[in-house]
């Protein structure tokens, strides 16, 4: 069993940046794909970044695009996303999710995808950006 538990959420002010921690135990991330999403109060969870399994490839959401990075370290069992020119509407919930190759070989190949295609979550760290 995967489990998920973030890190690094806080109070920035915009323009500032932040970089958030998936701590992964129990299995090996290497064979996941893992996403971030986010979820504003009000608002449905979106899809902001994924990595595929192995981290062959990345993708964004146009909000994210240029400004968010996503990284793995297999070494320490962690995957990142770097924030960087934060703006108020990126003030969220932020969320770690994982699915394994062996349930979806397609996901985060075209697309960061639905909530609905990522098996194991995290409970989420909140990020905030105000003055």
């Known amino acids: 069993q995967l489990q998920l538990v973030e890190s690094g959420g806080g109070l920035v002010q915009p323009g500032g940046s932040l970089t958030l921690s998936c701590t992964a135990s129990?299995?090996?991330?290497?064979?996941?794909?893992i996403a971030w999403f986010r979820q504003a109060p009000g608002k449905d969870r979106e899809g902001v970044s994924c990595?595929?399994?192995?981290?062959?490839?990345?993708l964004y959401a146009g909000s994210a695009r240029g400004r968010f990075a996503i990284s793995r370290n297999n070494a320490k069992n962690t995957a990142y996303l770097h924030m960087s020119s934060l703006r108020p509407e990126d003030t969220a919930v932020y969320f770690c999710?994982?699915?394994?190759?062996?349930?979806?070989?397609?996901?985060?190949?075209?697309?960061?995808?639905?909530?609905?295609?990522?098996?194991?979550w995290g409970q989420g760290t909140q990020v905030t950006v105000s003055s």
């Open positions: 999710a994982a699915v394994h190759i062996t349930v979806s070989v397609s996901v985060c190949h075209s697309e960061v995808g639905s909530e609905y295609d990522y098996r194991d």
């Open positions: 129990g299995r090996a991330l290497d064979y996941y794909a």
């Open positions: 990595s595929s399994a192995y981290g062959t490839s990345t």
